[in-house]
């Protein structure tokens, strides 16, 4: 299993810790489809449950209150934090809302994942834009945002190379051929075609 999808999971929850509190659980989700997994923790914490948020949570996200929830993947999670939320139903907005306040992790993840989501939006500032995103991300207590970060830097500098060289290396083949094609002292069957290094193209060189 991977790193980030380990640490996604929520604890292991026992078999049956929360079945006392089903019915309770079920009738509140069934009257307030939105109410906060932490409300829901609260109410049931004062009657009597004696286990922990994240273990209620993953009891939730499982279906065990619904036997029709299906429990929610990293993948899915990552798709709707990426989606607009103009773009989200009600039911998954819902449901983001829950998974985003499950815990602290979760709260300090949400902010920079919206906030990424909207860089993918074609913007004439969105280079300063993921320059203040990258300084941001970095000072979040999230390993793997850190590591997101440094990878998007890399990419970002990758780029920037790409642009900065392969004019440069355009510019000196054409000089190259340039010198070739006037010559003076050229003459058939005294040229021959060889690569230069480190490029893909063709060039002339005359001996």
Known sequence: ???????????QCRPTFGDPYRDHLRR???????????????????IGYQGSFNLLYRYITQGRVEADRRPISPRRLARLLLTRPDSLKDEHRHLLDDLTT???????????????????????DNAERLNAWITTARTCDLPHLHAFARGLD????????RHVVLPQ????????????????????????????PHSPGLTLRHH
């Open 1 to 11: 299993m991977g790193e980030p999808e380990r640490l996604q999971r929520a604890p």
């Open 28 to 46: 509140r989700r069934s009257d307030d489809p939105a109410v906060p997994a932490l409300h829901l923790f609260k109410e049931i914490k004062a």
């Open 102 to 124: 499950a815990c602290p992790q979760m709260i300090d993840l949400a902010g920079p994942m919206r906030a990424f989501a909207d860089l993918l939006r074609p913007h004439e």
């Open 154 to 161: 890399q990419d970002r500098d990758a780029v920037r190379g």
């Open 169 to 196: 290396r355009q510019h000196r083949r054409r000089r190259h051929e340039d010198q070739a094609h006037h010559a003076p002292d050229a003459q058939p069957g005294r040229l021959r075609v060889a690569p230069p």
